[in-house]
């Protein structure tokens, strides 16, 4: 992407030298923006693990802002941490509160993804922007050594409603197919 003009960002809401996130995206093109990256007043909530889904979206939304006032196309990779222990998130937001297990977390997670698209729908890029949505890994992917294949589903939803029509397509694939697709669409 990026030898095709774009803008190529990581941006994650923790501190990318964790699993040397930092290290392998930067040495492999992208621009990586973290936790660190944030200032005070970007950040409403944070936990451990770094700054709730809300701050990570507006942080996304700037970038894609900038990029665009550039008239650059963009191309990020995103990561959120919400989804792991202790399931924290700003209260209010949602009718669980916050800390009181991981359903919480994946509600909390589905607002603040809902409040993303919402905010995204407000700018001049939208339509021209390809949303890919899945997650690194399902609930108890730590620490097995037998892999029951059923317990590692996870979701993918691709959002562009100028180019995609809403479609459900229930077959499986894996992580390593989305490069492809999304270049095919």
Not at 80 to 89: A, D, K, L
């Amino acid at each position: 992407m990026k030898g095709r003009g774009y803008d190529v960002k990581f941006i994650y809401s923790g501190y990318g030298y964790f699993d040397n996130m930092n290290y392998f995206f930067s040495h492999n093109g992208f621009e990586t923006i973290d936790r660190k990256n944030f200032s005070k007043n970007e950040i409403i909530f944070e936990n451990a693990w770094g700054v709730c889904d809300e701050d990570l979206f507006n942080k996304c939304i700037k970038e894609f802002d900038r990029s665009f006032k550039k008239n650059t196309p963009f191309f990020a990779l995103i990561l959120t941490t919400s989804n792991h222990r202790p399931f924290t998130y700003p209260e209010g937001r949602i009718d669980i509160p916050s800390q009181s297990g991981r359903s919480g977390a994946v509600k909390y997670t589905d607002y603040a993804i809902g409040k993303f698209i919402r905010d995204a729908k407000e700018k001049p890029w939208l339509e021209d922007t390809l949303f890919v949505m899945v997650a690194d890994h399902c609930e108890s992917s730590a620490g097995k050594t037998k892999l029951p294949v059923k317990r590692y589903e996870i979701p993918l939803f691709i959002y562009s409603p100028a180019h995609v029509p809403p479609q459900r397509i229930d077959k499986l694939t894996s992580q390593i197919d989305i490069a492809p697709t999304v270049l095919g669409l």
